[in-house]
């Protein structure tokens, strides 16, 4: 009698400290939901506005979806992987400078000139990646930021190929025979298009087993180890899809603008795209877009205020860090709160009255 006693007391518990499902739990999953659309479907009514209204409004709008393919591969490599990297403008220069000089100099199509400055990304980040990416912390941050640093010097000083800061002009707009990208707004359309397929392949990446890797190696690499993942071809593979989205962000604005010199991918590029990652949110699929629009909006948005525009706009990143620390388009994960089943706790507790 007393075992059967013991054995229902013990049921009664497993069950009653399991959080059994409610209509409000229900509700709240729902917001969540919904809440988690909020980011993307503002910064889709951002784009669509700028695309009818036309002007000024189009060109910061360009800039901002160029910048959210380069921070999206930055994402992968710091959100999702967890590792450090200063040194991604590095791969656009590859990429927008490879495309500048085939399509200025000798005369290539905009496309495969594109596709040959990713393969010379792709080659690059290999190259540089196997040995530097043995390093950790702010060892590999300053291995990659001397990386950007040396291709930034590379641009200026090689000028029979670069020209230096005199920088190359002449650049063709994108497009694919005789059909040429050169509107504002059809320019706009066809970023937006390249940014939803950066967007839809990232969230790709974060939901297979690849993004799960490099979630589980930037929790520990020691524990990824422990499960059997490899750790450095994980971490190689992540710093070239990285390196493979910047290659892309830098061919698009050279062939957007018409023309690239060295400081467009210098130190203030690395500033911007770190500056975006965080106010977006670091590891979210729609992070970077959303952090791209907002920092590209902002000195817009306080140009008005003349001489205080800076002093303002410093202020406003201050307070969106403090007060979002976890980046806009994680301002939902507070109502994403899962429902815990009641399974686990019927099973133990039959397990409980079986001994």
Known sequence: MSCRTA??????????????????????TSLGRILSWVPAVLAVALVGYAIVAGGYIVTVAGFALIYAVFVTGLNIFMGYAGQASFGQN????????????????YGWAPVPAMLAGIAGAIVCAVVIGYPTLRLKGHYLAMATLAIGLIVYETTVHWQAVTQGYMGISGIPPLGIGDFEIVSDRAQLIFLSIVVAISMGSAWLIRNSRF???????????????????????????AFIVSATYASIAGSLFVHIVGFVSPEVFGMN???????????????????????????????????????????????????????????????TRPFKRKQTAPVPAVRLASEGAKS
């Open 269 to 331: 590029m690395v500033i911007l795209g770190f500056t975006m990652l965080y106010v977006g949110g670091i590891g979210t699929v729609i992070g970077p877009l959303v952090g791209a629009i907002v920092i590209n909006l902002l000195p817009e948005t306080f140009r008005v205020l003349k001489d205080y525009q800076d002093l303002v706009y410093g202020v406003a990143l201050i307070l969106l860090l403090i007060y979002a620390p976890g980046g806009l388009a994680a301002l």
């Open 211 to 237: 993004g799960r890797a490099l979630v589980a190696l930037s929790g520990s690499e020691d524990a990824a180890r422990a499960l059997g993942i490899d750790v450095a071809r994980y971490k190689l593979a």
């Open 90 to 105: 590095a791969f656009a220069a590859i990429g927008g400078y490879t495309s500048a000089v085939l399509t200025a100099t």
């Open 7 to 28: 054995a229902s007391r013990r049921k009664s518990t497993l069950v009653r400290s399991t959080p059994m499902p409610t209509s409000r739990n229900s509700t709240s």
